[in-house]
């Protein structure tokens, strides 16, 4: 299958400073690029949605001015925490999708985020 | 509204068969998903189905009824590496994928 690479896959950071995460499609051209945040027992909870080129999509509830996602290329969508607080605390994915209809998600690696 | 069921957790013997269910419901239907999440890691893709019927891959095979709403992952010859959560996710007419919650499998010798 094809690879997402993510990273960091681990971070810890301060209360109240910024976090980014980046997302890689390694060989093939993600046009959609989605972020999950999954807490402990729970499933993966969508967060945006990206399109190449264009601005997030994000789901209720979710924070646009705090969780801004850049998709500026086919290949590399980032996620950057902003202000970041003891609750963002969470598992980070991404996946990416590449063509349009039914193509599988291919996810990355996930990014351990703790907000000390 | 769209919703996924599935089981919290099972519990199953090594070299056995276990048989997880997923029903759903969603606007529109372009297919299921299976996918295998360890813990700490990202989920891994199992199977897709969007044809009625059985897909057998391996050890594991993935059936699904459109007309119920209905599919499950079943894993034979159990071993004790399946000890993973299993999380089914139906893609609706928008091709968003709509997740379950995990069906987390406890795999005992």
């Known amino acids: 299958g094809a690879v997402v690479s993510q990273h960091p896959s681990r971070v810890i950071c301060k209360s109240g400073t910024s976090v980014k995460i980046e997302c890689r499609s390694l060989?093939?051209?993600?046009?959609?690029m989605f972020w999950y945040r999954q807490f402990p027992k729970q499933s993966l909870m969508l967060m945006a949605t990206?399109?190449?080129?264009?601005?997030?999509?994000?789901e209720q509830g979710v924070e646009k001015d705090k969780f801004l996602i850049n998709h500026a290329s086919l290949t590399l969508s980032t996620l950057t925490v902003t202000s970041a607080h003891p609750e963002d605390s969470s598992f980070y994915i991404c996946?990416?999708?590449?063509?349009?209809?039914?193509?599988?998600?291919?996810f990355g690696q996930g990014t351990r985020l703790t907000v000390v | 509204g769209q919703n996924i069921d599935q089981p919290t957790e099972m519990t199953a013997t090594e070299g056995a068969i276990v048989q997880i269910n997923c029903t759903y419901q969603?606007?529109?239907?372009?297919?299921l998903f299976w996918y295998q999440q360890h813990a700490g890691e990202a989920p891994t893709f199992l199977s897709y189905n969007v044809l009625d019927g059985l897909e057998e891959k391996g050890r594991f095979s993935s059936f699904l009824s459109r007309s119920k709403g209905y599919s499950y992952l079943l894993l034979k010859e159990l071993q004790m590496k399946d000890s993973a959560s299993y999380l089914c996710?139906?893609?609706?007419?928008?091709?968003?994928?709509?997740w379950g919650a995990g069906t987390k499998l406890i795999i005992k010798p």
């Open positions: 996710a139906a893609m609706d007419s928008n091709y968003q994928l709509i």
């Open positions: 969603t606007s529109g239907f372009n297919g």
């Open positions: 060989d093939f051209q993600a046009t959609t």
């Open positions: 996946s990416a999708r590449g063509g349009t209809g039914v193509t599988e998600a291919f």
């Open positions: 990206s399109n190449e080129g264009s601005k997030a999509t994000y």
